[in-house]
């Protein structure tokens, strides 16, 4: 941030109102800070399309507030932090503000010091631009605050602080962000880290300078974006009252800075410039609620071990900047003792109806309902079958080597198909008794499948994905050609170059891409019939048992994406 970044996210620890709303100057018409603002909008909207808007008691505003004053037991109020060599206002100023709230909302029980590193290193979707977080590139205050509601954040505090996740040297001295480690830096702390988090809920924006100054009167700091200029970095200067007010007639709001206690004439803190939107301070503040009563065991969306999603009652992640969610292939299921206690104990089965699960599950039927062209019993039923304790497909069909494959879908986020591609290429086989090797093209279900896009109003892209249920029901409709995995020259639609080293997508043609296939792009469709779903334990048992592999979505936790065959966790920059 002090070597190129201008731009910043403060903590705006009292404001002052400005009785004829705020006025907009050349930042506001800025086009830049207008797209950095609806950024934050779009940050926080991800989590729920339906905010709730926070209602606020009928008070009135005072001319002069100081939120050190008003909390006097909360210390983080007053303390100002050095984010030294990094560009990490955004996960400063949130680790803070989190603190503030924290506090201010337990009636300063509970001074819980929230980590800036833990935002930095595990949050996979808080970069703008980027799919890791890095000291050059920032990150996104609201989608800070969409991690701590969806998944919590540990203990921290500044440099050789005794919490889970202090700020590492690698941040401060060297701009680095360390791989995302699930556990706390800190040997001596006493709590695991999934015991550690605590959480935050209830999102929300203002735009309104009355607003923003009830919300921080009834709950504590908001933050903002400040155009941090060369002037404000070498040379700010003078003001002598810390609060809200006026000086000789100049109406002003006090902020704390990033750049330590040592910077400016305050203790890190500084006078703006109110009323004028000087350097697009008004443009918007937002802010989350502390949850006092949400633990690691009914909060948690990104747990260390992937047995954990099914303890997740509610899931909230923009698929356009995360790819968090894709549908995997189930090649094969183990009963044994920990898998029964996990099936036995997951609530997916009996979700509450404002979940993501849920809506993803029924959307999904719906979607295999409204496809059937005559009527069936859905789901299947199955012949009285004895589940055996363990099963695998690859050992059940060993002549179909499609079962032992498993593909590399590089830089796109094209997981929806190539595990459906590679489920058509193994019922095929099944289906004919090891016979048919044809191998089905996830190339062709990119490019050429219009219906396939997660939402009806985004094409397919790589960063977009696609639908599963669709793309089944296009083979079983339209047919699919054959292909192979990247750079395999195998059947009439390979896997692109473009697909896998450049995450784009090529235009739709109906012809072989593979100029060596003998067969014509129309002489070489296959098809599937009947689509189905199933919602149990058992009924999925039964089908892999009896026609092979299913679909199924799974949640992409940290530890999934970033786990190496050696058993050792690395930072995998895996751009779905």
């Not at 206690?341 to 309902?369: G, M, T, W």
């Not at 099944?430 to 499948?449: K, Q, V, Y």
């Not at 083979?475 to 995450?503: I, L």
């Not at 149990?536 to 026609?547: A, C, F, G, R």
Request: glycine share 6%; charged share 20%.
């Amino acid at each position: 941030m002090k070597h190129l970044s201008i731009f910043g996210t403060m903590l705006i620890l009292f404001l002052c109102r400005l009785s004829d709303g705020i006025i907009y100057d050349r930042f506001a018409r800025d086009p830049l800070f207008h797209k950095l603002r609806q950024k934050l909008i779009e940050g926080l909207t991800s989590i729920n399309r339906a905010l709730k808007v926070p209602h606020y008691p009928n008070i009135s505003i005072p001319k002069h507030f100081d939120a050190r004053e008003k909390w006097p037991e909360c210390e983080s109020l007053r303390v100002i932090v050095d984010q030294g060599a990094c560009g990490s206002c955004w996960a400063v100023s949130s680790a803070l503000m989190m603190s503030d709230r924290f506090c201010i909302a337990s009636n300063g029980t509970m001074k819980f010091r929230f980590s800036a590193e833990e935002l930095m290193t595990c949050c996979p979707f808080c970069s703008d631009d980027a799919f890791v977080t890095t000291c050059r590139t920032g990150g996104n205050a609201a989608k800070a605050l969409v991690y701590w509601i969806t998944n919590g954040v540990v203990s921290g505090g500044h440099l050789d602080s005794t919490g889970c996740k202090p700020y590492s040297n690698h941040s401060f001295y060297h701009a680095r962000v360390k791989p995302c480690r699930q556990v706390c830096s800190n040997d001596n702390y006493p709590a695991s880290y999934q015991q550690d988090k605590r959480f935050g809920k209830d999102p929300f924006y203002a735009t309104s300078t009355n607003q923003i100054q009830k919300e921080v009167m009834t709950n504590g700091p908001v933050i903002t974006l400040i155009n941090a200029t060369s002037h404000l970095l070498s040379s700010y200067q003078d003001g002598k009252i810390v609060g809200w007010g006026e000086e000789r007639g100049v109406p002003y709001w006090i902020i704390a800075n990033t750049w330590g206690p040592n910077w400016g004439k305050l203790g890190g803190f500084m006078k703006l410039l109110r009323g004028k939107n000087e350097l697009g301070c008004e443009n918007i503040a937002i802010f989350a609620k502390a949850n006092l009563e949400a633990t690691s065991a009914t909060n948690c969306l990104f747990p260390n071990k992937l047995a954990s999603v099914f303890n997740c009652d509610t899931l909230h992640i923009n698929m356009k900047y995360t790819s968090t969610f894709c549908t995997l292939l189930v090649t094969f299921s183990c009963w044994s003792r920990e898998g029964t206690a996990l099936y036995q104990d997951a609530p997916h089965l009996n979700l509450p109806k404002n979940s993501f699960f849920y809506r993803l599950r029924v959307e999904y039927i719906e979607i295999i309902r409204s496809s059937r062209e005559r009527s069936a019993p859905l789901p299947r039923s199955y012949p009285a079958t004895v589940i055996p304790k363990n099963f695998d497909a690859r050992e059940r069909w060993p002549q179909c080597e499609s079962l032992r494959n498993v593909a590399n879908q590089g830089l796109c986020g094209s997981c929806w198909a190539l595990s459906t591609s590679l489920l058509m290429t193994d019922r095929l086989c099944i289906a004919s008794n090891g016979t048919d090797n044809f191998r089905f093209s996830a190339e062709e279900l990119l490019t050429c499948c219009p219906s396939c896009n997660e939402r009806r109003d985004s094409p397919i892209t790589c960063e977009n994905g696609g639908n599963a249920a669709k793309a089944l029901i296009h083979w079983v409709r339209n047919g699919v050609v054959s292909g192979g995995s990247f750079q395999s020259e195998e059947g009439c639609k390979p896997y692109s170059k473009q697909s896998f080293k450049q995450g784009k997508i090529s235009s739709c043609e109906k012809i072989c891409t593979n100029s060596k296939y003998t067969v014509s792009y129309d002489h070489d469709k296959r098809y599937g019939e009947e689509v189905n779903f199933a919602t149990d334990i058992e009924q999925i048992q039964l089908e892999i048992m009896t026609n092979g592999p299913v679909l199924t979505v799974i949640n992409v936790t940290l530890d999934l994406v970033n786990f190496r065959g050696d058993g050792e966790w690395t930072n995998c920059t895996f751009p779905f």
